[in-house]
């Protein structure tokens, strides 16, 4: 038994549609004491993101099912504070995928644990967001499935969020026309005027369609998709032959009762002539570019070409609240929750 106090929110029911009080309970946890190549990480920083919600469910997906009386499923910026590794000494700060929880112990060799090179000007929290996961997820999406081309215009949903951030100042940068797509005036006007999109349209003001049409009279040649829906019905009209559509996610489904009956992007694409090409994608798929890609995106961060808003919840007492409200929106850019120094 380590000597450490640890909390984790850990899963007690499935959720029924919206997260429920009782469904997600904060517990305390022991720690594990490390075994010989294993060290104790203490989480300093925790991601938020939509992928967890459908993880909830008892639904096998492209990837597992949170367990009942597990933590839930989260990366986390960590420090080392054990080690019985040659690989990862005290002190050391890395990504991994701790789940919800202030303390976790791993083999430092395992899977998706990357030690963390910080540069100046570059924020630790930010490996979780605009320079981590997401970060690489609009990146490689745009870059790998959009494949981008000077002039061409780039659709892309949740705009002000760590992916639709970087998806559209990397278009920017490769010469496109870049539209966003995004809820409230507050966001698409940051989405224009911070992050230097040529347009965002407010799906929020009831006019989605002629909107999204207005901002591109050339047609869309790429949508990158996160959220599915009413944004997905949209766009599919304004697809130019050759249009390519990376699919993200589609957040707009994630507290379906019945996943079963709800009208994907795969639905709507596929019911067009001619389709379109489109896939799902999972930023695994470029595991061997992980650090290179970080390096590029923590360089743009530093040199102040590449912008981003984060919203902070103190405390992993108020992790569920903070994620039930981006599962709505109501976060600003990053969802992160601050656990310690």
């Not at 507050?186 to 349209?201: I, P, Q």
């Not at 707009?252 to 079963?260: I, K, L, R």
């Amino acid at each position: 038994m380590s000597e450490y106090k640890n909390r984790a929110v850990v899963l007690k029911k499935r959720p029924q549609g919206e997260i429920q009080d009782g469904d997600l309970v904060l517990e305390e946890r022991p720690v594990r004491a490390p075994n010989e190549g294993e060290v104790v990480a203490q989480v300093l920083w925790l991601s938020l993101d939509p992928y967890m919600r459908p993880r909830l469910n008892d639904a096998k997906g492209y990837m597992d099912p949170v367990a009942i009386d597990d933590p839930i499923v989260g990366e986390s910026v960590a420090r080392v504070v054990e080690s019985r590794s040659e690989k990862l000494k005290v002190g050391d700060l890395v990504t991994c995928y701790s789940g919800w929880q202030e303390y976790v112990t791993f083999p430092a060799d395992a899977p998706m644990v990357y030690k963390i090179h910080q540069k100046d000007n570059v924020p630790l929290q930010t490996y979780l967001g605009v320079a981590g996961m997401p970060g690489r997820t609009g990146y490689c999406g745009l870059m790998y499935v959009g494949k981008p081309k000077a002039g061409e215009t780039v659709v892309v949903s949740a705009a002000s969020g760590p992916v639709g951030t970087v998806v559209g100042q990397t278009a920017k940068s490769e010469g496109c026309r870049v539209v966003g797509v995004a809820g409230g005036p507050e966001k698409c006007s940051y989405v224009v005027n911070e992050l230097g999109f040529d347009a965002c349209v407010d799906y929020k003001a009831g006019n989605l369609e002629a909107d999204l049409k207005a901002a591109c009279p050339d047609g869309i040649d790429i949508y990158f998709e996160n959220v599915g829906g009413a944004v997905t019905r949209a766009v599919a009209p304004l697809l130019n032959n050759g249009a390519r559509v990376p699919i993200c996610g589609y957040v707009s489904a994630y507290n379906a009762t019945d996943m079963a009956s709800v009208e994907t992007p795969f639905h709507v694409l596929k019911a067009l002539d001619p389709v379109p090409e489109h896939r799902f994608f999972l930023v695994t798929e470029w595991q061997d570019k992980h650090q290179e890609i970080t390096e590029t995106l923590a360089t743009r961060i530093a040199s102040g070409e590449l912008k981003y808003r984060e919203t902070v919840a103190e405390g992993l007492e108020n992790a569920v609240e903070a994620f039930k409200g981006m599962l709505k929106g109501k976060n600003f850019g990053k969802q992160l929750v601050h656990i310690a120094d």
